[in-house]
Structures are given as structure tokens and as C-alpha cells.
């Protein structure tokens, strides 16, 4: 299974709403990495998992809470978001043999709407 | 930090070769890589080059310089399906992470 997987496809949200975004791989991958992409734009690092613990956070805002349960699922909390908060958002896992160069999974993305 | 830089479009025909430069800089380089990105999808991978020279992989190759911080994704036998956006990225050994170029929009016409 080279898949990752993300739920929902597709999610339109108010302001005030709260939700949250799903990833899953079963690829034996322990990194793993939320992405948010613009229209046209390339994709823009937010969160690293590495063996289940945030290693890197791109100083996102808190609107924005990442959370990795176990090794094969990763969450994305969203809360009080802006309308610029609308983006493609994308997860991605890897092996985390040697640096940040190795080959990423990327899942189909989550389309979010802020209304 | 990082930053790379690629062209922002490139056009060619079908059944031409085409050529992707990315200039790169980075501290604690860890190699270079390619994505593909076709409109509504996901990036994928295409490939990867942690030392000098050339790496080929069917119809697409990829070349890197580390003296030169340079390096290309060159394309042959273009077909209608490769027009996409190409990324190169940079790993960082420090951030075990990926730094994304801006991206290249490649149409093939026919």
C-alpha cells in the first residue's frame, strides 16, 4: 500500500466552526508533514511529525492544531480561521532515513473554503 | 534558510525535449529532488539526486551540480500528459525537511 489518504475531499467552514482534517498511511513512513497550497503556488511546509513528535512547527498560527495520535494517522484541528485560511491542504509522509531529502507520499489534499 | 529559484513557465511540442533549471541555496544541503504536479492533483515524486551527475529514470532524467548549487530536470518525448507544474526541493539534514521552489508550469502543445 503506497497510498496516503486524506478525509475530507472536499470542506466549506465558517469562521466560527471548528473541524478537523484526517491523514492516514500505512506505509511504515515516521515522518509525516502537513503542507497548505495556494492556487498556483508552491507547497508550504506547516508541521513535521517525526516518530509521532512535532518537530517542526512553521509558526503557524494557533488556529491551526496539529495532532498525531499514532504512527499512521495525523490530524489537523482548525479553529477560528480566515478567510485566507482557504487552501489546498496537503499531507505527506517518508522514510526518515538520513536528512529531508528522501522521497515524500503526498495524499490528494483537502480542499478548504473559509466562508 | 533556503531558497531556490526555477522558471516560472515553460512551453514546448510534443515529442520535444525540454530542459527545468533550479538554482539553489541551502545550508546543510541533502540533495535534490523533482515533483510533478498536474492541476487538481497532488505533487508526486519524480526524482532525486543527492550527488553530482545525472540520474535517469525512463523519459525524464535529472542532473545535479553541488559545486554549483545547480541542477535540472530534463524531459524527452514530451507527451500532451506532462504539461503540469514541476517543483524542484531542496532537504535540509538540519530540518529533515523539504524547501519547495516556486514551480514551473510546463505546456506541451501539440
Known amino acids: 500500500d503506497t497510498e496516503v489518504t486524506q478525509t475530507p475531499k472536499h470542506l466549506v467552514m465558517g469562521m466560527t466552526n471548528k473541524k478537523s482534517l484526517k491523514c492516514e498511511q500505512h506505509m511504515g513512513h515516521r515522518a509525516m508533514y502537513w503542507y497548505k497550497q495556494k492556487a498556483k503556488k508552491p507547497p508550504e511546509l506547516m508541521f513535521v511529525?517525526?516518530?509521532?513528535?512535532?518537530?517542526i512547527n512553521e509558526s503557524v498560527p494557533s488556529r491551526f492544531s496539529p495532532e498525531c495520535p499514532n504512527s499512521s494517522l495525523l490530524n489537523l484541528h482548525l479553529h477560528a480561521l480566515q478567510p485566507e485560511d482557504s487552501a489546498l491542504y496537503l499531507c505527506?509522509?517518508?522514510?526518515?532515513?538520513?536528512?529531508?531529502?528522501?522521497?515524500?507520499?503526498f495524499g490528494p489534499g483537502t480542499r478548504l473554503t473559509v466562508l | 534558510g533556503q531558497s531556490l529559484e526555477q522558471p516560472s513557465e515553460v512551453t514546448a511540442v510534443e515529442g520535444a525535449i525540454v530542459q527545468i533549471n533550479c538554482t539553489y541555496q541551502?545550508?546543510?544541503?541533502?540533495?535534490l529532488s523533482w515533483y510533478q504536479q498536474h492541476d487538481g492533483g497532488a505533487p508526486t515524486f519524480l526524482s532525486y539526486?543527492?550527488?553530482?551527475g545525472l540520474e535517469e529514470t525512463g523519459r525524464f532524467s535529472s542532473f545535479l551540480s553541488r559545486s554549483d548549487s545547480y541542477g535540472y530536470l530534463l524531459l524527452q518525448e514530451l507527451q500532451m500528459k506532462d504539461s503540469a507544474s514541476y517543483f524542484c526541493?531542496?532537504?535540509?539534514?538540519?530540518?529533515?525537511?523539504?524547501?519547495f521552489g516556486s514551480g514551473t508550469r510546463l505546456q506541451v502543445q501539440p
Open positions: 526541493a531542496v532537504g535540509d539534514t538540519g530540518r529533515r525537511a523539504l524547501t
Open positions: 539526486n543527492a550527488l553530482d
Open positions: 511529525y517525526s516518530y509521532e513528535k512535532l518537530s
Open positions: 541551502t545550508s546543510g544541503f541533502y540533495g
Open positions: 505527506a509522509s517518508s522514510h526518515l532515513r538520513g536528512g529531508g531529502g528522501n522521497e515524500q507520499f
